[in-house]
């Protein structure tokens, strides 16, 4: 099996007071909800798009999640984090959720998934 992490993974936080099988379920759903936010004017969800660069998980079940947008002047710029948190507050056992939009590094193709690429049609 490989241990490498696709390029457009998130950095997660590793060393938790939460039971690991919760904080692994957790984490499973948070990527699922993060899959249900799609920019709109592409055809591929955010987490495959790889604009999730950090999920952070803290001891109390608080979520901070770092983001990018493919280009800074993205029209939705202004909505998107309230869609991402919005999407990923729904997740049981989350207590709150803060989304901080970063563009550092900026975001580049090599961070989309096979997935993404495939649906984009860039290869």
């Given amino acids: 099996m490989n241990d490498q ?3 457009n993974a998130p950095q997660v936080s590793p060393g938790s ?3 690991p099988e919760e904080l692994d379920r957790m984490t499973d759903d948070i990527i699922a909800a993060l899959k249900t936010v799609y920019d709109p004017e ?4 955010i987490y495959e798009l790889g604009l999730i660069y950090r999920v952070d998980i803290d ?3 608080n979520v901070t999640i770092d983001m990018t947008l493919t280009a800074p002047g993205c029209p939705v710029a202004g909505e998107m984090p309230g869609w991402v948190e919005n999407a990923v507050s729904t997740v049981q056992g989350v207590q709150s959720v803060k989304v901080n939009m970063v563009f550092d590094p900026p975001w580049d193709q090599s961070r989309m998934s096979d997935e993404a690429r495939v649906a984009l049609d860039m290869w």
């Avoid at 592409?42 to 969800?45: F, G, K, L, T, V």
């Fill in 59 to 61: 001891d109390d079940r």
């Fill in 42 to 45: 592409i055809p591929s969800d």
């Fill in 5 to 7: 992490s696709p390029s």
């Fill in 17 to 19: 007071a939460i039971p």
